[in-house]
């Protein structure tokens, strides 16, 4: 496993090298001509379907007629020992312009820096073109900068020689297997995101590397205890029951016959440990010798009981409300979980096998995902004894179309007693309409489309993210303000009109911000909320610099209202974000509690990795659901509880006001100064 996980990391680092040092002219243009397919662009042109995805991420949602897409080199011209490996600057006096053909995630502020020139001279070189902002595969002018023109250079190398498994060796050398890996902090990552990864607390990630207690440095190489991820799952294997497993042993020297497992805990020790299940040191290190190479938070130790009758139940789960109190395990139920594994089309691919699928079909990818993390949630479910018959279907789905109908006879889900999926909003709505009586459950759609007085929308939606905040900030009584970018028009209406009393800081002519527009809308004796809605980097970092230069005289905190991927980019520095506390709602928290810390343990135990945001949402979804399904109450009934909490996800379903219900479970979250992520109270 180990190798397997090294392999595919080698392979991305060779992957992003490549990337990020091929010289810009060597990436072709391709114009989509009628009948192309991303399968016969690639063939054209000699590379894989995974390629042009990587480069074109919007094609993965389909390719529309004379759209344009950039094609990488060759690989044939990718493994010839040409490959560039670095980039310099050189400049030559008296050339003309040079141009530049836009890549993801680039955005005018990187450009610019990149080439040094203004902004506003790249702008004004290339008049309407950029008058909707940046496209990937533009190829744009770049002025020359005081009379010089900025050239890239690369240099050439042999591509080595030394065969993968060589390479493997010199970086196990580095990272002794079962001990001590290195992980290089990326823009971006927090010490919670890092920790989580690697199984580990945060605690103990700043034990093992001191010098983060006081920053989080991008490009610092950090000890931490395991593996990373792999890169590609593996086929998912239906788990075995989760909770405290039993198996007969011969008796040791404590007479104990029965073993059950445990999950160690951070600051525990083995004599700690051996003194809460009344044993010695020894008798602990001879059922688990692995302790003598020491105790590790995550470890999964075994640990004696007297007898069966002395097996401890799982403890229940907490934040369910009033549900796990009264589960009622006499009456039988049933669910049904519908799925797009889209198996059919795997078994009619004669082009690619299971495993290249799995590394270029992402939507199958978080299908298995999300089943992973289901059977885990059912495997806790019997733990519990709790009486639920499943089916698993292949809802056979895309955006548009499914084979919901057929099942709906074929299975008789009209009897079923809940069901789970499909994924598509538009197949689970067409679902809601056939089995009427039966409570169906939207698993990962935020959209809201028609109402049906049987759908459960789990995810909530976007309206329902942007009221949270702002119903957040009123209940703190602090003073809002909004700094809204001339191209977010939608917004700018919605805060107009939904959210009264919010002031709109005024713009410049060019639509940029100017810092006393901002800082007359302040008040000192509140908190400032300062709301952004933007995807300009000059513009976020124009504010966020306004801000901390009014912290002195001010307090305010800056907060946005739905995901921003652009506050992902490294100009925007995460010292400036946790300063100003970055606040923003979420539909999931980070949750290092003792049960979430076994779960990701349990889950890479059976699965050979850490478990994702879509494996947790199918847990939490699958075993919320299953919780419901065991009361004397209807599904129904069970909304008027109180909210429940799984891993990471919250369930507080409200009935809409036309038919249905809706999940209001949103958390508001918040960047701490010491680089957690933490729940705004």
């Not at 010695?280 to 302790?291: F, H």
């Amino acid at each position: 496993m180990r190798n397997r996980i090294l392999f595919s990391i080698l392979l991305t680092v060779f992957s992003v090298v490549f990337t990020v040092s091929a010289k810009q002219e060597k990436y072709i243009k391709h114009t989509v001509a009628k009948g192309e397919t991303i399968n016969t662009i690639a063939q054209k042109y000699k590379v894989t379907p995974f390629d042009i995805y990587k480069l074109n991420p919007d094609s993965q949602n389909g390719i529309k007629l004379s759209s344009v897409l950039l094609i990488p080199p060759t690989t044939v011209a990718a493994t010839t020992n040409t490959v560039a490996t670095s980039v310099a600057k050189a400049t030559q006096k008296g050339n003309p312009p040079t141009t530049h053909l836009v890549l993801p995630k680039e955005t005018l502020y990187s450009i610019s820096k990149q080439y040094n020139v203004t902004i506003d001279a790249i702008k004004e070189a290339n008049g309407d073109l950029l008058k909707d902002g940046l496209k990937i595969g533009q190829t744009i002018k770049i002025p020359a900068s005081n009379g010089e023109a900025v050239v890239a250079v690369s240099t050439p190398f042999e591509t080595p020689k030394e065969t993968v498994q060589e390479t493997l060796k010199e970086v196990e050398k580095e990272a002794p297997k079962g001990e001590i890996s290195f992980h290089v902090i990326e823009p971006k990552e927090t010490k919670y995101g890092v920790s989580k990864r690697y199984g580990m607390t945060i605690e103990e990630l700043e034990q093992m590397n001191p010098q983060i207690l006081t920053s989080f440095p991008i490009g610092m190489k950090l000890k931490v205890s395991g593996d990373a991820p792999a890169i590609i799952p593996s086929k998912v294997d239906a788990p075995t029951v989760t909770g405290i497993k039993q198996k007969e042993v011969t008796p040791t020297s404590s007479g104990k016959k029965y073993l059950q497992e445990y999950v160690v805990k951070p600051n525990e020790t083995i004599s700690s440990i051996a003194t809460t299940y009344g044993m010695s040191e020894s008798e602990l290190l001879e059922l688990n010798p692995e302790l003598k190479r020491g105790v590790k938070t995550g470890m999964i130790l075994r640990v004696p009981i007297i007898s069966k009758k002395e097996v401890p139940k799982p403890d229940p789960a907490k934040g369910q409300g009033n549900l796990i109190k009264n589960i009622n395990t006499n009456a039988s139920k049933q669910l049904a979980l519908l799925l797009p594994f889209n198996i059919t089309k795997i078994e009619n691919d004669t082009v690619n096998t299971t495993q290249s699928r799995l590394k270029k079909d992402k939507f199958l990818n978080l299908t298995l995902d999300f089943y992973s993390g289901a059977l885990m949630a059912i495997d806790s479910a019997k733990v519990l004894g709790l009486n639920i018959k499943i089916k698993i279907l292949d809802s056979q789905e895309t955006k548009n179309t499914s084979n919901v109908a057929s099942l709906v006879t074929q299975e008789n889900l009209a009897a079923m007693d809940a069901i789970i999926g499909p994924f598509y909003q538009a197949n689970v709505e067409k679902l809601a309409e056939l089995v009427p009586n039966t409570p169906v459950i939207s698993p990962l759609s935020k959209e809201s489309g028609k109402k049906y007085s049987n759908l459960y929308q789990s995810m909530p939606t976007t309206d329902l993210l942007r009221t949270s905040i702002f119903d957040y900030m009123r209940a703190k009584g602090g003073n809002i303000v909004a700094v809204v970018d001339p191209k977010k028009g939608s917004i700018k209406q919605y805060i107009q009109d939904m959210q009264k009393g919010v002031r709109i800081v005024g713009l410049n002519v060019k639509g940029g911000i100017v810092a006393d527009s901002l800082k007359v809308r302040l008040q000192k004796d509140k908190l400032n909320y300062v709301v952004i809605a933007s995807e300009s980097t000059s513009m976020i970092l124009a504010t966020t610099t306004a801000m901390l230069n009014a912290q002195k005289d001010y307090q305010v905190q800056l907060v946005i209202m739905e995901p921003n991927e652009t506050l992902d980019y490294e100009e925007i520095a995460l010292a400036k974000l946790t300063k100003l506390k970055l606040l923003y709602p979420s539909l999931s928290r980070p949750n290092e509690s003792d049960v979430a810390n076994q779960f990701d343990v349990k889950y890479k135990k059976l699965n050979k990795i850490l478990p994702n945001q879509y494996a947790i949402r199918g847990f939490d979804v699958m075993f919320d659901t299953l919780i419901r399904l065991s009361q004397e109450k209807s599904f129904a009934e069970t909304t008027h509880a109180s909210a429940t909490e799984q891993i990471e996800n919250k369930f507080d379903y409200i009935a809409n006001t036309t038919a249905g219900y809706t999940n209001k479970g949103v958390y508001i979250l918040y960047y701490d100064e010491d680089l957690t992520i933490k729940e705004a109270l």
